[in-house]
T-cell receptor
Framework: DTAVSQTPKYLVTQMGNDKSIKCEQN?????MYWYKQDSKKFLKIMFS???????INETVPNRFSPKSPDKAHLNLHINSLELGDSAVYFC????????????????FGPGTRLTVL | QKEVEQNSGPLSVPEGAIASLNCTYS??????FFWYRQYSGKSPELIMS????GDKEDGRFTAQLNKASQYVSLLIRDSQPSDSATYLC????????????FGAGTRLAVHP
């Protein structure tokens, strides 16, 4: 199946731990994103990579570090986890439609529900 | 501050009726607009994109865009209980880098 996939689906961990979430897309897209959806369901962009280059870096604590080994993969590493990091993290990917960079249809992975205890 | 505003709802409509979901945005230079559907516990699913003023129809869905009024809407005809979900409006703000700003979503409940 062509899709955006994420692992793990659920992640429960203690405060202070370090954890990683992995994302892969086989859609042939050249841009990938990380979003955070908090308990109020508000979806907010965190990072974006285009062909392995970081192009969007929102106001996110530097405990969060994205890494893109190639344009099909985007991982998110979180150091020293805090209670407030509990949320659902979505990976997404996109490719310019009709050659227009602003025509940016983004497709989302299934999400990773992170719970910090 | 770049913003996308939606009425949080819930918007309750009877089965078979037309559901009308509205969204306003703050950046006059925005070029592209999207509607996503999100079922509880699931990921956002793209259902419509619109780039030009006017209407765009796809099956039971019609997206309407008015850039002068900075307004985008989604109409769902013949609403079904399976349409019950949260609908997220997303705007690709000007300034490059394909950054989507999402509204908080409108929860739609279609009752039999």
């Amino acid at each position: 199946d062509t899709a955006v996939s994420q692992t793990p689906k659920y992640l429960v961990t203690q405060m202070g731990n370090d954890k990683s979430i992995k994302c892969e897309q086989n859609l042939g897209h050249d841009t990938m994103y990380w979003y955070k959806q908090d308990s109020k369901k508000f979806l907010k962009i965190m990072f974006s990579y285009n062909n392995k280059e970081l192009i969007i870096n929102e106001t996110v604590p530097n405990r969060f570090s994205p890494k893109s080994p190639d344009k099909a993969h985007l991982n998110l590493h979180i150091n020293s986890l805090e209670l407030g990091d509990s949320a659902v993290y979505f990976c997404a990917s996109s490719h310019p439609r009709a050659g227009r960079s602003s025509y940016n249809e983004q497709f989302f992975g299934p999400g990773t529900r992170l719970t910090v205890l | 501050q770049k913003e996308v505003e939606q009425n949080s709802g819930p918007l309750s409509v009877p089965e078979g009726a037309i559901a009308s979901l509205n969204c306003t945005y703050s950046d006059r230079g925005s070029q592209s607009f999207f509607w996503y559907r999100q079922y509880s516990g699931k990921s956002p699913e793209l259902i419509m994109s619109i780039y030009s003023n006017g209407d765009k129809e796809d099956g039971r869905f019609t997206a309407q865009l008015n850039k002068a009024s900075q307004y985008v809407s989604l109409l769902i005809r013949d609403s079904q209980p399976s349409d019950s979900a949260t609908y997220l409006c997303a705007v690709n703000f000007s300034g490059g880098y394909n950054k989507l700003i999402f509204g908080a979503g409108t929860r739609l409940a279609v009752h039999p």
